[in-house]
């Protein structure tokens, strides 16, 4: 039976009856948000394959959640699909080069059934109707900004159209969905801003998610309270710069004020954020993480490089030294707070003395963990018309240099934790190893020995060794 492959939970039952699902996949656990509106199936059937960062991830967990809505049933191949979708991203040439490769398996004279293929998400917008001509086996081309229209879209394929748009960035609307099929058991995310009005240099979201807009703040909390009751105690919000949320409703709650009113829902543990933009970061959120055990000590702040010169061609809006004060704000914080990065290296005319300066940012930090990227020249954006003068090979030693001191840094500053306890979420386990992977609230890895029916509890553990990516430890008494 069809309906078999899929667990539907209405809203309000409770973590350890998920976990008494019989072999349920997390990508098939399914909350019926709605909890009126069950699902049906009315024989068709989609595959949606994500790529780049979690708000892609979300967004597709709402697509997903539209289609289900609408009588289709998730596959786990894309070959036995009758609606194929990639979810695409397009922030560095790699990953927007991805779908292509995907689309290669539609060639033309492929032995193909019937089946619409579309594709979402940056590269979707920033190609637009372009995208027909480069992968003429597209029928659907849709930007993040136009899925609210995603049904319809559809229909109209199903109609007979033979290829349909949604591109319109010009939208104060968020995506908002009766059903969303979410993929992490243990976190969930919750969209709060869509877009971003920041005008990095070189970056194409502000081009291809639209322009930025806040959900209001009781919807937010009513989403919040829902997952609380079907069982999650992690929840995740979401934004390009999550920080600059302005709540549209008339209760006007600021950021950190959001971020406590979540905080107290009952049931709810753990309460993370990402991503904070530095220009709109502000003690009160330093504040409300200190006064709330629940809110995640563990903070994401993108530096994207340490020198003044390169920060302003970035138009980051804020300096090295302003950049510096926010973090002994957050250094001077009760309770000790992990804090992560985003750096690109060999940006447009960065000489190896702005390198230095990024490097001796990043020892003043001391950062717990660094995403670094060599500079991409992206279309349609202002660096995208400035000298790419740093070559290929030069991008490639100065990565190089950033990781491996960023590796010493992680490694001291782990091993300073040998000895403490910290509580974990058990996040998974891997069965050669006999190993629990446990995470900490402020966002570390301690592997320990533990059973795979641990996955899904909070137990505590003492840190016995550090490595520069993750800790090891044992399960301690208390715990
Ligand atoms: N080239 C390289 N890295 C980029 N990022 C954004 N745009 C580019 C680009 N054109 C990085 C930034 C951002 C992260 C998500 O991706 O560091 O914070
Ligand atoms: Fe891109 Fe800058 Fe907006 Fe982040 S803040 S999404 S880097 S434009």
Redesign the pocket.
Same mark, same amino acid.
């Not at 070189?202 to 979201?205: E, I, P």
């Given at each position: 039976m069809e309906n078999e492959l899929i667990q539907i939970l209405p809203a309000g039952s409770n973590r350890s009856e998920r976990q008494l699902q019989p072999l349920a996949p997390a990508h098939e656990i399914l909350f019926n948000d709605a909890a009126t509106k069950q699902p049906f199936f009315k024989g068709k059937t989609f595959y949606i394959e994500t790529f780049g %960062?979690q708000m892609n991830v979300h967004d597709s967990e709402k697509v997903a959640g539209t289609l289900l809505a609408k009588g289709y049933r998730p596959v786990e191949n894309y070959e036995d699909a009758d609606l194929v979708l990639y979810n695409t991203c397009s922030?560095?040439?790699k990953a927007a080069q991805k779908v292509f490769s995907r689309l290669g398996a539609f060639k033309k004279g492929a032995r193909n059934r019937q089946r619409i293929i579309g594709v979402l998400g940056c590269v979707a917008q920033q190609e637009g109707e372009r995208f027909f001509d480069r992968a003429p086996q597209v029928q659907l081309v849709c930007g993040s900004a136009s899925y609210s229209r995603i049904s319809e879209l559809i229909d109209r394929l199903e109609a007979g159209e033979k290829r349909v748009t949604g591109l319109s960035l010009d939208t104060d609307e968020c995506f908002e969905t009766e059903i969303t099929r979410r993929d992490n058991p243990f976190r969930a995310y919750i969209t709060i801003i869509e877009g971003c009005d920041k005008a990095?240099t *070189? %970056? +194409? +979201?502000p081009m291809t998610r639209g322009p930025e807009r806040s959900r209001p703040s009781d919807k937010v909390l009513a989403e919040a309270r829902r997952l609380v009751d079907a069982g999650y105690t992690e929840i995740q919000l979401l934004g390009q710069t999550v920080n600059s949320y302005r709540d549209p409703s008339l209760a006007r709650l600021a950021f950190p004020e959001l971020l406590l009113r979540i905080a107290e829902i009952p049931g709810l543990k753990r309460l993370r954020f990402t991503?904070s933009h530095p220009h709109d970061f502000t003690s009160e959120i330093v504040r409300a993480i200190e006064n709330s055990p629940v809110l995640c000590n563990h903070i994401h702040l /993108?530096l994207?490089c340490g020198s003044n010169r390169m920060l302003a061609r970035m138009r980051r809006t804020y300096t090295r030294e302003e950049y510096l004060e926010k973090i002994s704000c957050i250094r001077s914080a009760k309770r000790a707070m992990s804090i992560s990065t985003?750096?690109?290296v060999g940006?447009c005319g960065e000489t190896e003395e702005d390198f230095e300066q990024t490097l001796s940012l990043i020892d003043a930090v001391g950062y717990d963990q660094v995403? =670094?990227?060599? *500079? =991409? /020249?992206?279309p349609n954006?202002d660096?995208?018309r400035m000298e790419d003068s740093v070559p290929e090979e030069e991008k490639g030693r100065r990565l190089i240099t950033l990781q491996e001191r960023q590796r010493q840094i992680q490694l001291s500053r782990n091993q300073e934790l040998i000895g403490q306890e910290f509580e974990v979420l058990v996040e998974g386990f891997q069965s050669k190893l006999g190993q629990a992977i446990g995470r900490t609230t402020s966002n570390r890895i301690i592997n320990f020995a533990g059973e795979a029916g641990w996955i899904g509890q909070y137990m505590n553990v003492r840190v016995t060794a550090a490595g520069p990516n993750s800790l090891v430890g044992v399960r301690a008494e208390s715990g």
């Open positions: %960062c922030i560095r040439e990095c *070189y %970056c +194409v +979201v991503t /993108p994207q985003d750096i690109i940006f995403f =670094s990227f060599k *500079y =991409s /020249p992206r954006t660096a995208g």
